[in-house]
């Protein structure tokens, strides 16, 4: 998996939304990218619905838990944005990969 984050945007403005795809690995560094990328996003129109979709991205668990934060509290980082502007913002996660792992072989 390459390690730079690749983020695209898809707006609509007739709909009001914009989708924010993101590729690559995400760790609790690189996630503020992501975030300034958002905030830039949200700052096109106001009411702005915000999906990121990190669906295809090797997120980092702490990464993750930041940003479904940011989705519930509607507000992205204070270091991000220090004037808090609601920010309407839904996550889509990566599927989870299980990783099946063999029972141990007891010797009789």
Known sequence: MNSKL???VRVD???AKALVIA???ITVHSVNALYVVAKR???IKQGLYLELDVSHAVVDDEALEQL???SQTHHLP???D???KPCDISVLAPRRQHTTS???LLAA
């Open 13 to 15: 403005l007739d709909h």
């Open 23 to 25: 590729k690559g690995h």
């Open 102 to 104: 063999r029972p141990e």
């Open 6 to 8: 690749n983020i695209v």
């Open 68 to 70: 479904q934060a940011c």
């Open 41 to 43: 996003a949200n700052s």
């Open 78 to 80: 204070a270091l991000i």
């Open 82 to 84: 220090p004037y808090q």
